[in-house]
Nanobody, 115 residues
């Protein structure tokens, strides 16, 4: 049974940082590219960042470039999202999944950026 468990969210002031983690189980983690997505209230889920199976290549949505960094540890079946210079518009529930949203979604982790 596939499980994706996101953690690390919270309340942070504008300009602050957070590091999200996503622990994956139930599939061969190293065989899949992984992505982070987010969904703000009243908006559709959007792609934030992607990373290839080995971690050798990454890509980001334009508004996250230079602020967010995706990484993975295949030995720990975990993908990370380091978020710096956070803005109020980054407030959303953040989710991880294999590329294309292949697996059932986890519960996500809430990120709130507010002063």
């Amino acid at each position: 049974q596939v499980q994706l468990v996101e953690s690390g969210g919270g309340l942070v002031q504008p300009g602050g940082s957070l590091r999200l983690s996503c622990a994956a189980s139930g599939f061969t983690f190293s065989s899949y590219g992984m992505s982070w997505y987010r969904q703000a209230p009243g908006r559709e889920r959007e792609l934030v960042a992607v990373i290839t199976r080995t971690g050798g290549s990454t890509n980001y949505a334009n508004s996250m470039k230079g602020r967010f960094t995706i990484s993975r540890d295949n030995a720990k079946n975990t993908v990370y999202l380091q978020m710096n210079s956070l803005k109020p518009e980054d407030t959303a529930v953040y989710y991880c999944n294999a590329d294309g949203g292949r697996w059932p979604w986890g519960q996500g982790t809430q990120v709130t950026v507010s002063s």
